[in-house]
Structures are given as C-alpha cells and as structure tokens.
C-alpha cells in the first residue's frame, strides 16, 4: 500500500509502507474480527510471526506501533494484550 503527501516542492510523493505498518493494521482488523476486548491477550510473537510470515523485529515493532497508538500494551517477558482504554475502544460493528 502506498502513502502519499506532498513533498517541498508541492509534488505528491509516493512512499511506500513499511512491513511494520502493515502488520500493525492487520493486528487491529484481528483484535476487530475476533471482538477482543481490553485486557484479551493476543497470540504469542511466535504465532504472529507465523500468521504474517515475518520477523521477530518486525512484529516487536507494529506491536511497539499498535502501544504508541494506546491500543495494546505489554510488560517485560509477558504476550501482549488488547489494552483498549474506553476512549480508544470503538465496538465491532455487527
């Protein structure tokens, strides 16, 4: 998927998006579709590295993403967890 904006000289730049990124928005469809609430865990690195055929580094960082965004959060040596706060939180639609 590609992104795009306009760079200094007003032309639109296409930039394409990281692995990272991508992975992090399959996580957030995968927290949708499986109705995860805050506090459900997520599959181990190890799954997940599986499921997207990825790196390890790779996962730890749509992870570090999905943090940043508020919506997951993780403690040293544990899995991380869908840590939806209320405000974040918006309900699958049925």
Do not use: C, Y
Not at 34 to 47: A, F, S
Request: glycine share 6%.
């Amino acid at each position: 998927m590609a992104m795009f904006r306009e760079g200094k000289t007003g032309a639109i730049e296409i930039r394409k998006q990281k692995r990272a990124d991508l992975v992090a928005e399959e996580l957030k469809r995968l927290i949708t579709q499986r109705n995860l609430r805050p506090g459900d865990k997520l599959p181990h690195e190890v799954k997940l590295q599986q499921m997207f055929s990825v790196s390890k580094s790779t996962i730890r960082e749509a992870l570090k993403s999905l943090e940043v965004q508020g919506l997951t959060g993780s403690a040293p040596g544990r899995r991380a967890e869908a840590r939806l706060s209320k405000s974040r939180w918006i309900a699958p639609s049925s």
